[in-house]
Each structure stands twice: as structure tokens, then as C-alpha cells.
């Protein structure tokens, strides 16, 4: 499902972000993406949703090769993609509902259908009652949750997410895993970067080890 060969990456200033990472996920699998801060972990993910591009190599996602993807394409490709990243890039000045109801106004869901699964979602995240809300009114941990059910509410085939639990207490960062782990099991492929040690030894899935770039384990 995803597929890079020899990628590296070169951010414009010259930095080597990543070195010749090879790597294969399997549609259905759910892995965790670990390593210092600085090793490369964030770049990675955002090779995988054409957010960055890779200076060499090949970073195929769906059958898709993101590095000659064209901007028309990244629309639909995205539509396939749940992405939770740090910058949550919500809308500010929209409700909750409405940050969640975007991705799938976007592809014309019928609105009423569309509304029961924003609910749907805003409940598994624990933001149902603050569904009136304006985001700039949440905690940032809140904000993480209301990024997460805008993430899966159209049941994207892949989820990458980029720290997801980073601002969440024990307990909203084990529901949010559960919420990953359900994904998973219903067959969506699920890539996670995380440094918290509670929830790797927790959940036994594979690991993908980064050290300053390079794909160690
Ligand atoms: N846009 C950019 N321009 C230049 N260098 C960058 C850019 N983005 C990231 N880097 C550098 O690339 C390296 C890898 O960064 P990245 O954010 O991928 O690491 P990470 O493993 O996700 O770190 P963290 O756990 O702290 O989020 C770092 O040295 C970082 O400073």
C-alpha cells in the first residue's frame, strides 16, 4: 500500500532530512514510526501525503508515485488520506461541525448522512457537546481531537498521524488508540509516529526506527 525506495530528502536550506529510506507497509497494516526528535519522522509522513516531496527516490502510496504526482491529482489522492499533523490547520472561523463536515461536503455527501457521521465522530473523540464551538475556544488538546474526527470521518483507507496522543492525557490518548486500533481492524492502513513508550509496548504492532535519517529497524 505504501512503497518507498531509496528516498532522500534535501530541504532547501540543505538540510538531509532523510537518507535512502527504504520501506513497505502492507494494505491493512498498522505500524508506528519512531525516533529522536529531529530524526526525520514528520518528513516521512509528509513524503506519504505529497505534503514534501522526496529529492530521489520513489514514494508510492495507492499505486500512486507521489514524486511525480501532479497538483491536479493531490485532491483525489487526499480523499483516500486521513491526515493528522500538528499543524492542525482547522478553521477557525468555523464550528467544530463544520471542521468536521468539510471533508465530506468536499465530496458531496448527502448532508443528512453527512451529519450523523460528523456526530458520530465527534462523539468518539469526546467533543459531541462542543459541537457549536469554535476551535480558537478548545484546548490544544481538544483541537488534537477535533483534527482526529476530522481525519477519519470520511473512513479514509490510509491514516497517517504525526504524533497524535502528543498533547493528550493517558486516557484520551488510549481511546484515540482504540479508535486507530478499530480502523485498522476494519482494514484501513494506519501510520502512526509516536515517542510514547506506554502505547509501543502496549500495542505490539512493527516498528519503523529513524535515526538521523536513516531507516534503522
Ligand atoms: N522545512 C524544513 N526546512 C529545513 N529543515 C527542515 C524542515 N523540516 C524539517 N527540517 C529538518 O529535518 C530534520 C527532520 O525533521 P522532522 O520534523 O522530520 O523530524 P521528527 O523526527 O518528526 O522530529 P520531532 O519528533 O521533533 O517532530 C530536522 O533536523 C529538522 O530540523
Known amino acids: 500500500m505504501i512503497k518507498l525506495s531509496q ?3 534535501r530541504y532547501p536550506d540543505g538540510h538531509q532530512a532523510l537518507h535512502q529510506v527504504s520501506l513497505d507497509i502492507a494494505a491493512g497494516e498498522m505500524v508506528f514510526l519512531t525516533g529522536h526528535s529531529g530524526a ?3 518528513t516521512l509522513l509528509k513524503m506519504m501525503a505529497a505534503i514534501e516531496r522526496p529529492t530521489s527516490g520513489s514514494v508510492l502510496v495507492a499505486g500512486q ?7 491536479v491529482a493531490i485532491p483525489f489522492l487526499r480523499r483516500n488520506l486521513g491526515l493528522i499533523f500538528q499543524d492542525h490547520k482547522l478553521l477557525f472561523d468555523r464550528s467544530v461541525f463544520d471542521n468536521v463536515m468539510l471533508p465530506l461536503s ?3 455527501y448527502p448532508p443528512k448522512e453527512a ?6 465522530a465527534l462523539d468518539k473523540v469526546g467533543l459531541l457537546d462542543r459541537e457549536k464551538a469554535l476551535p480558537i475556544t478548545l484546548s490544544g488538546g481538544e483541537q ?4 482526529i ?3 477519519v470521518v470520511n473512513r479514509p483507507s490510509i491514516l497517517l498521524a504525526d504524533e497524535p496522543t502528543g498533547h493528550l492525557d493517558a486516557e484520551y490518548a488510549e481511546e484515540i488508540m482504540q479508535l486507530f ?3 485498522n481492524q476494519v482494514g484501513s492502513t494506519v501510520v502512526i509516529s509516536t515517542h510514547d513508550e506506554a502505547i509501543l509496548t502496549r500495542y505490539g504492532n512493527r516498528r519503523l526506527h529513524l535515526d538521523k535519517g536513516r531507516l534503522v529497524a
Open 65 to 71: 508515485n507521489m514524486a511525480s504526482l501532479k497538483p
Open 181 to 183: 486500533k478499530a480502523f
Open 149 to 151: 474526527a476530522r481525519a
Open 144 to 147: 488534537q481531537r477535533l483534527c
Open 7 to 9: 528516498v532522500n530528502k
Open 106 to 108: 468536499i465530496i458531496g
Open 40 to 42: 526525520g519522522k514528520s
Open 115 to 120: 451529519a450523523k457521521r460528523v456526530r458520530a
